[in-house]
């Protein structure tokens, strides 16, 4: 009988590790549409930390060369796409990068994305984190790739002494499992989603879709649908003044906290939105993409290539 109990004790406990995170019910604290990203945005003119070749210009400089603008529900964030750049020269291509004002710690937010930028040279992203304190203040990829490679990648990035198992329940295919910055010329412990909608030309061509990410100290769960996916949740779709996450399904990325402890490795986060090119990935990766010439020049010298090398956002809904 003490072994039955014992047995049945270690399948239980195994079986709680296996499952799925349980979800939880948040309001919406910011609903973000149109114009009202420049409010909730700081535009960050800033030399590159990823030493791209990319020159990230202010909100007035983003407007007044239409490199950001809004129109109802829609926000566009592009590259400059009509100038031919030196060789020879220091700046890169024009370009932005947004954090938001608000930080956020247990939270989850919602990402409408109707495009995205795709192109050879091109390295966008949508993560959250705290960049006053990074790594220690941990790091979220949400939306990650380059030169329209593959699928999207969900990743974190943390100091010293956070992993992740190897088995979870999520249906995206996990990579390395220690998160530490440090390893591996920082790739994080990252998962690659299955789903060809997921990033690039294939998810414009799709009508986009939508990201939601579901972050406690317990567990960080990414999910994905595509827009033209029978199964996106009905809460997620109205985007609407709640949601409940416990009715979302099994997440592309889970990443539990059985070797992270998550208030330890994480601060509370902003919200980044950016496109940079070439640079630490997407240059070091490039004479494997298939894409023409080296990156650097490629992307000085042909402007016209990037015209759909950019981001279009229908809304961003925050729940707390």
């Known amino acids: 009988m003490k072994n039955t109990v014992a047995l049945s004790a270690r399948v239980l406990a195994l079986a709680w590790t296996l499952a799925p995170a349980l979800g939880g019910t948040y309001s919406r604290s910011q609903n973000i549409v149109g114009s009202g990203f420049y409010s909730a945005f700081n535009f960050e003119a800033i030399a590159d930390p990823t030493h791209g070749r990319v020159n990230y210009v202010s909100m007035a400089t983003a407007q007044a060369q239409n490199l950001t603008f809004a129109s109802g529900n829609t926000f566009i964030l592009r590259a400059d796409d009509h100038t031919v750049l030196s060789d020879s020269g220091s700046v890169g291509r024009s370009s932005v990068r947004m954090r938001t004002n608000a930080a956020f710690t247990t939270h989850a937010a919602v990402f409408d994305i109707q495009h995205m930028p795709q192109g050879c040279g091109t390295w966008p992203a949508v993560w959250e984190t705290n960049e006053s304190n990074w790594p220690n203040g941990g790091e979220v990829d ?10 999207n990648t969900v990743t974190l990035h943390t100091a010293p002494g956070c992993s992740m198992p190897s088995t979870r329940t999520q249906t995206g295919t996990s990579l390395q499992l220690d998160c530490d910055t440090s390893v591996n ?81 994480f601060d509370g986060n902003n919200i980044i939105i950016n496109l940079t090119f070439c640079g630490d990935f997407a240059g070091a990766v490039y004479p494997q993409s298939g894409c023409p010439s080296t990156c650097n020049s490629f992307v000085d010298q042909n402007p016209t290539a990037f015209t759909n090398a950019f981001f279009q956002f229908n809304s961003i809904n925050v729940y707390q």
């Open 142 to 151: 949400i939306i990650e790739g380059v030169n329209d490679q593959g699928t």
């Open 185 to 265: 010329g920082n790739a994080g412990c990252g998962v690659r989603l299955t789903q060809a909608q997921s990033y690039g030309p294939t998810f414009n061509a799709d009508g986009g879709g939508w990201y939601a990410i579901e972050r406690t100290n317990t567990f960080i769960n990414v999910w994905f649908w595509a827009r033209g996916a029978t199964n996106v949740p009905s809460d997620v779709r109205a985007g609407g003044t709640s949601v409940n996450t416990a009715n979302w399904g099994t997440p592309v990325a889970n990443f539990p906290n059985n070797s992270c402890n998550f208030p330890q490795f």
